[in-house]
Nanobody
C-alpha cells in the first residue's frame, strides 16, 4: 500500500509563492497529482503528472500559476504555486493512481493526509 505524505504548506500573501512536495510514489502507481478542498466545498482537481512520458496537466483555475513536476529523487512530486490568490486557500491533498488520467478523474486514487495552505491579502 502506498503511503503518501505532503510537505511545504503554510501561509503566504497574495501574489506570493509556496512549494508543496509529496513523497511516497511507487512503481505501481505511476500517475500522481494534487487536489484541494476549501472549507465547505468539495475536493477539486488541481494538477496531475504521468511518471513515464508526457502528461502533466493543471486545472484551469491555476493554469499559468501552478506547475507540477517530478522530484529529483524519483520518489516525489512537486507542486510549485506562484501568484497565489486568496481563493487558493484550502487543504491540499496528494493523490496517486494507476494513470495520470485516473488521478484527474479521481478513480481508484490513494490520498495523502492533506496539508493546509492559507493565502491572505
Amino acid at each position: 500500500q502506498v503511503q503518501l505524505e505532503e510537505f511545504g504548506g503554510g501561509s503566504a500573501q497574495v501574489g506570493g509563492s509556496l512549494r508543496l512536495t509529496c513523497t511516497g510514489r511507487t512503481l505501481n502507481r505511476p500517475g500522481m497529482g494534487w487536489y484541494r478542498q476549501a472549507p465547505g466545498q468539495s475536493r477539486e482537481y488541481v494538477a496531475s503528472i504521468a511518471w513515464h512520458g508526457a502528461g502533466d496537466r493543471v486545472a484551469d483555475p491555476v493554469k499559468g500559476r501552478f506547475t507540477i513536476s517530478k522530484g529529483g529523487d524519483e520518489n516525489s512530486v512537486i507542486l510549485q504555486m506562484n501568484e497565489l490568490k486568496v481563493e487558493d486557500t484550502g487543504t491540499y491533498y496528494c493523490a496517486a493512481g494507476d494513470t495520470a488520467g485516473d488521478v484527474r478523474n479521481g478513480w481508484n486514487v490513494i490520498w495523502g493526509q492533506g496539508i493546509q495552505v492559507t493565502v491572505s491579502s
